[in-house]
């Protein structure tokens, strides 16, 4: 039994009547002229009125029990109606189609009956319908992992989140990012071109949604490449970004496998993540250059950053060669692609780890 009804019961078969029993007067001014209707009756405290007045007090207590009761035999001749009728036999589409739209409404009010019931049993006990409603840790796809067949972002964020687990970056973004970044390490010279830097990393996190780009990052071994790609990592994937580290080595390694590798290769997660290479919302290629490149690598690297490019996906490469090395490492055709799509930014010569080196030792 729904409150509100009972709040409704309760007014009518108590409230009025009471003030008309208890102020006869005022209800008789307010109604003065409605000849001898019984509602009228009631209003004005007459004779009648104190009888009806009794009979719906002493009713009252019972109006739950007799809703209850109510409820639960319309429940029960619903049941009956469904389990009696058998489907007849039907001379045209139209009786089958009128049959059995009549049993669809019959359900339909047996349905709205039990939710009803459910309501009220759930209210009885102190809960409400928001209770029976799973809480998912990811709403989108209600913890399956797929919505329609597509894999969920909460799916690729596990999967990417197992390969950081095992590839230790999650331990290095704990002490890599940008409260950790400090300029005091860099020559007074090099720190105007390290803030233009930071703020150009920044400028790249902000527009990540709405803006397509790519960033290059080129500079001598130590001079904080790596350091500052981790921090555009941490800030995208708290963000809810996919991202995805691999150094130069283990994505011609990973890419390799993923062609080449036998059967037993799915077993492996870093092959699993093969199609996020493509599909990351941000893929790191750290330290591009320090392996030795063949025709088998420079093709991948251009599927790679060509896929990348068509997809509107960003990718962040770092490298310690300058443009004229990498040149003659991988083709004009790689260089001319990154160079007209990626925004390049030239790191200073001072070497953070050998400056961390030398002020801890002295
Ligand atoms: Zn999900």
């Not at 409820?71 to 469904?82: D, G, M, N, P, V």
């Not at 669809?104 to 939710?115: C, I, K, V, W, Y």
Request: glycine residues 4%; proline residues 4%.
């Amino acid at each position: 039994m729904k409150r509100k009804w009972l709040l409704l019961a309760f007014l009518l078969t108590f409230t009025l009547p009471a003030a008309a029993l208890l102020s006869p007067d005022v209800m008789k001014a307010l109604w003065w002229q409605f000849g001898s209707d019984p509602a009228v009756s009631v209003l004005r405290g007459e004779h009648w009125g104190r009888i009806i007045c009794g009979v719906l007090l002493t009713a009252m207590p019972f109006t739950p029990l007799a809703c209850f009761l109510l409820e639960r035999a319309a429940l029960s001749r619903a049941r009956r109606r469904r389990e009696s009728v058998k489907p007849p036999e039907f001379a045209t589409a139209e009786e089958r189609r009128a049959f059995y739209r009549e049993e669809l409404n019959g359900l339909s009010s047996e349905l709205a009956l039990l939710l009803a019931r459910r309501e009220d049993l759930l209210e009885e006990h102190g809960y409400s319908l928001e209770d029976l409603r799973p809480s998912y840790v990811c709403p989108d796809c209600q913890d399956t992992g797929y919505i329609g067949a597509e894999k969920c972002h909460c799916f690729l964020q596990a999967e990417i989140n197992l390969l950081y687990h095992q590839s230790h970056l999650q331990d290095v973004l704990e002490r890599e990012n940008f409260h950790a970044f400090s300029y005091s390490w860099y020559e007074a010279s090099d720190r105007e071109i390290m803030r233009h830097h930071v703020m150009d990393a920044r400028l790249f996190i902000e527009g990540f949604e709405k803006e397509f780009r790519n960033l290059l990052l080129l500079g001598k071994v130590g001079s904080g490449k790596t350091f500052l790609s981790n921090c555009i990592a941490k800030e995208l994937m708290d963000t809810g970004h996919s991202v995805v580290y691999l150094t130069a080595f283990q994505l011609f390694q990973l890419l390799s496998k993923a062609v080449f590798g036998g059967n037993d290769s799915r077993e492996e997660p870093e092959i699993q993540a093969y199609p996020y290479i493509f599909d990351c919302d941000l893929l790191i290629i750290d330290d591009l250059g320090t392996e030795l490149p063949n025709s088998f690598t420079v093709s991948q690297l251009f599927l790679c950053i060509n896929e990348r490019i068509l997809r509107r996906r960003s990718t962040l490469i770092s490298s310690n060669l300058d443009i004229g090395a990498l040149e003659d490492l991988y083709s004009d055709r790689i260089l001319s692609r990154i160079i007209s799509s990626y925004t390049i930014l030239q790191f200073p010569e001072t070497d953070i780890r050998i400056q961390k080196k030398l002020r801890s030792t002295t």
